[in-house]
T-cell receptor, first 109, second 113 residues
Framework: GQNIDQPTEMTATEGAIVQINCTYQ??????LFWYQQHAGEAPTFLSY??LDGLEEKGRFSSFLSRSKGYSYLLLKELQMKDSASYLC??????????WGAGTKLIIKP | IAGITQAPTSQILAAGRRMTLRCTQD?????MYWYRQDLGLGLRLIHY???????GKGEVPDGYSVSRANTDDFPLTLASAVPSQTSVYFC????????????FGPGTRLTVL
């Protein structure tokens, strides 16, 4: 079967750095997405990786290793507004998105 | 402002009733999707449409139907609601189809009693 694994919850301190991991086993691979979802709101697109390596976008970076079935989202200079759930999704061989359950990130002052 | 709208925002429904969730986008995106989101589970695809006039089944289509009469609208119908359909429903769209990034509407919180 297809599976996306992420930690359920993480806690970090304002101003610090946090890394949210995502491992996947899917039938084929056509890209990996990270979305941010604040409580009670819609998911919003953060990043997309299809080739191995690091993609940097401001305070957020996303890394992909296709051979290891592994990605991480790195958040720097954490702010209170970064408290949210972070969703990892993989596009499979049928170009359908398979979603992880999400990682709830709690930022403490 | 361009985007996706969903209606209603929330709804409490008696089991056995018929319900249609509305989704409209003004971005002229070709593809549209319906997901449900349940606590502890990832988003699950119910139905999708790659272009107006076509629809397809996702991971959890049973008990739901969709239509795509035009580019902008993609309603989701529950023919006879059951309590297991209690969930948050998100509509999404992407510009060209399954190869593109998906953008989400604000969601509909549905409770079936």
């Amino acid at each position: 079967g297809q599976n996306i694994d992420q930690p359920t919850e993480m806690t970090a301190t304002e101003g610090a750095i946090v890394q949210i991991n995502c491992t996947y086993q899917t039938s084929g691979f056509n890209g990996l997405f990270w979305y941010q979802q604040h409580a009670g709101e819609a998911p919003t697109f953060l990043s997309y990786n299809v080739l191995d390596g690091l993609e940097e976008k401001g305070r957020f970076s996303s890394f992909l290793s296709r051979s290891k079935g592994y990605s991480y989202l790195l958040l720097k200079e954490l702010q209170m507004k970064d408290s949210a759930s972070y969703l990892c999704a993989v596009r499979d061989s049928n170009y359908q998105l398979i979603w992880g359950a999400g990682t709830k990130l709690i930022i403490k002052p | 402002i361009a985007g996706i709208t969903q209606a209603p925002t929330s709804q409490i429904l008696a089991a056995g009733r018929r319900m249609t969730l509305r989704c409209t986008q003004d971005m002229r995106h070709n593809a549209m999707y319906w997901y449900r989101q349940d606590l502890g589970l990832g988003l699950r695809l119910i139905h999708y449409s790659n272009t107006a006039g076509t629809t397809g089944k996702g991971e959890v289509p049973d008990g739901y139907s969709v239509s795509r009469a035009n580019t902008d609208d993609f309603p989701l119908t529950l023919a006879s609601a059951v309590p297991s359909q209690t969930s948050v429903y998100f509509c999404a769209s992407s510009r060209r189809g399954s190869t593109d990034t998906q953008y989400f509407g604000p969601g509909t919180r549905l409770t079936v009693l």
